[in-house]
């Protein structure tokens, strides 16, 4: 998840974004269980699917909403793609996953860009990764771990033209809580997906 450094000149919504969402998101990354001893290829595949389930919903409501801001290429940037070749890989039917029923509200621009806030940002970790997953369990983009390196080598630049991307956008007082509080919740909401679906620490 977001690991980007701040410096003076950025918006105030990037550093509220960081600063807003960093206790839910160091707290679930501790409960992720790619380093724990107890990952193998099972509950890789139980993770990747409970993953499935969110960005699975997530996406396809972000792909129908009406408050994606203008000039965002939303499609280039779905993850969902990527999480269903990995779970073929692995001998699962993405058709016969379930889904997360509660999803962050995406009524406003502001908090459409909280949500993707996270989901890009969610990106960044996933080289370190996509090593471990390679040296622990033996897979790589091909047969099994393509969803933690979705953007391959062009994971930075992604997540550098995203932070040129929002800070473009005009956001008022209102719109930059608005996106706060869906990146919380965007946070929140997956953590308690994932615990339903019995996969974190």
Avoid at 133 to 147: M, R, S, T
Avoid at 152 to 180: H, I, M, N, Y
């Amino acid at each position: 998840m977001p690991h980007d450094t701040l410096t003076p000149s950025l918006p105030s919504v990037l550093a509220e974004l960081r600063s807003g969402t960093h206790t839910l998101h160091v707290a679930l990354e501790k409960r992720l269980p790619f380093f724990s001893d107890s990952l193998d290829t099972g509950l890789y595949t139980r993770l990747l699917a409970a993953y499935y389930g969110f960005y699975q919903a997530i996406e396809d409501a972000l792909s129908h909403s009406a408050w994606i801001p203008p000039g965002f290429d939303l499609h280039a940037r779905l993850k969902t793609p990527a999480l269903e070749q990995d779970l073929q890989a692995l001998n699962i039917n993405p058709g016969t996953l379930a889904q997360c029923p509660t999803l962050p509200a995406m009524n406003s621009q502001g908090s459409v860009l909280g949500v993707l806030y996270v989901l890009e940002g969610a990106t960044l970790g996933g080289n370190v990764l996509r090593k471990r997953i390679a040296e622990h369990l033996g897979l790589d983009a091909h047969n099994g771990c393509a969803f933690l390196y979705v953007y391959g080598e062009a994971t930075g630049r992604q997540w550098k033209s995203f932070l040129e991307f929002l800070s473009d956008v005009p956001l008022d007082a209102q719109g930059c809580d608005e996106a706060v509080n869906a990146a919380c919740s965007t946070f929140s909401r997956f953590e308690r997906w994932l615990e339903r679906q019995e996969v974190l620490l």
